[in-house]
Each structure stands twice: as C-alpha cells, then as structure tokens.
C-alpha cells in the first residue's frame, strides 16, 4: 500500500544532457520556481521529474533509489509515492483519433479543450465528495456539524467567486446552477471550450487546484503565464495556494510577474543547483 508523501524534499539529477550537468535541488514544502535562460535545462528539468514519477510503480518502494537518472527525496522520507498534476502552457490543435471522434462535444479542438474535458469529470467526483461530506457532518451528532458543512462548502464557492472576477471584463459568470462547468455571457450558455486560450489555461489551473480537494500535492506548471494577463500572473500563486493550502508547487517561468507579490525568495537559478 502507498504511503503518500507531503511534499518533495529533494531531487537529484544525474545527467541533464549526456551527461554535462549534474542538478542537486532542495526544494521547499510551499513554492519553488526555476528560473533560467532559454535553453538552460528548465523544462528538462521539469520533464526528468515527471518521467521519474510517472515510472513509479503501484507498490512503491523506491525511496533511496535512483531511476532514469533520477532520485527524488519525499517528506517524509518513509513514503512511497506522492499525487501530482502538471500543467503546461501550449494550446495546440489536437489530431483528430478514435478517441476524440467518440467524444460527445465536437469543441474539444485544442490540448487546453482536452484538458478541461478531463477535468469535468474530476468537477463532478470532487462536487459528489464535497456533499457527502457535509451529510456525514449534519448526520453526525456534532453540535458544531453544520458550521463545519459550511466550511466544506466553502472552497468550492471561492473557486467561483474568483473566476467570475477574472472574467467580469467580458461579462462571463459560472453557471451556478449547473454540476457541469458552463458559463452565462449576456443570458447565453457558453461552454469551457469556447474560451480564449488565456482563460482556458487559468481555469484549468484553478479547477485543477480546486479538485485536488486540498490534499498534500505536489502541481507542476511549465510556463504557467504564456498566455495569462499581467495581473492575472500576479496573482496566480496566491490563487493556487489559496484552493489548496497544501499544495507543493514546482513551476518554470519567464515573467517577473509570476514572483512579483511576495515569492521573490522562492526563485532558484538553474546555475545555482548545477554541481
């Protein structure tokens, strides 16, 4: 049985490219941004890390190991496996396969339309998750039990309150009366995946935040802000962490307005981790 870690504590590479770079990263249990030039192994970086994760076996058992040239420390160090998301910023055009074909909405076009197609469907599991946990709570006896169903209910409307804000310029609210993820523009129904590319990619951001229904995680965003408005970049951290407080967030970037509010002591260098 997994043990699920907190957090990463520490990841080693041995070869970036052939062999030329060793990298030896401490990470902390909040935000960790990499920054670098183009070209200075941010994303392959990124890509090592996920490579390795996803070669996890189900049992575990791979603390003190290396794998692909990579040993990834968890917190606490007993633990066998650690729940992640990645994100990446490109929205190209998706090639038609038998799996797209089958798909009941045809504007599933783009990989940010694939993304929130998935995502859905993780909307309705957490919403399922979320109300049958404010029944055990009003069920349970406690005298506290509705202040604390309240509660639960809680994050799940400040995730709708802030995306309507971000949209209010063109007049873009959720649909609060749906358990699917739709939008109301001008007493229209407007579905995810006729967004614009900027407000595709923070939604998948937020809602991937949202559904992870705060529990220890670990969010991995390359170039998060590529298509995000300048305020919007700003705030993006704070957004995340505020859907889960207890997520780990590993992301490369370009913008300065990504660590403008406060994260400017979360920033590593590439050159700074390379041994």
């Given amino acids: 049985m997994i043990k699920w870690a907190d957090y990463i504590a520490k ?3 041995s070869s970036l490219w052939s062999g030329h770079k060793h990298i030896v990263w401490e990470l902390r249990p909040g935000v960790n941004v990499l920054s670098g030039r183009n070209g200075a192994g941010k994303t392959t970086i990124l890509n090592k890390l996920i490579q390795h994760l996803r070669s996890l076996p189900a049992t575990g ?3 003190g190991n290396s794998r692909l040239g990579v040993r990834i420390d968890f917190s606490p160090s007993d633990a066998t496996g650690i729940r992640y998301d990645i994100i990446r910023s490109f929205d190209r055009q998706l090639i038609r396969g038998d799996r797209l074909n089958t798909l009941a909405d ?3 076009n783009t990989e940010l339309d694939w993304q929130l197609y998935l995502l859905q469907r993780r909307y309705l599991d957490y ?3 979320v109300a049958n946990r404010m029944i055990q709570l009003l069920t349970g006896g406690d005298p506290e039990a509705r202040e604390k169903a309240t509660e ?3 994050i799940k409307t400040r995730f709708q309150d802030l995306v309507d804000e971000l949209f209010s310029e063109t007049g873009k609210k959720i649909d609060r009366n749906s358990n699917e993820l739709q ?3 001008f007493d229209e129904l407007l579905p995810p995946y006729l967004l614009s590319s900027g407000e595709k990619q923070i939604l998948v951001i937020l809602l991937t935040a949202l559904t992870q229904d705060r529990q220890p995680y670990v969010l991995f965003m390359d170039e998060p802000e590529a298509s995000l408005h300048f305020d919007w970049q700003k705030r993006l951290i704070d957004m995340v962490r505020e859907l889960n407080p207890n997520v780990q967030i590993i992301l490369t970037t370009h913008s300065p307005a990504v660590i ?9 260098e590439v050159c700074d981790i390379t041994v």
Avoid at 260 to 268: F, I, L, Q, S
């Fill in 106 to 108: 045809g504007r599933v």
């Fill in 152 to 154: 639960a209910s809680l």
């Fill in 11 to 13: 990841i080693e590479i």
């Fill in 183 to 185: 939008f109301v523009q």
């Fill in 127 to 129: 919403q399922v998750n």
């Fill in 61 to 63: 058992e791979l603390i």
């Fill in 260 to 268: 403008m509010d406060g994260w400017e002591d979360a920033v590593t």
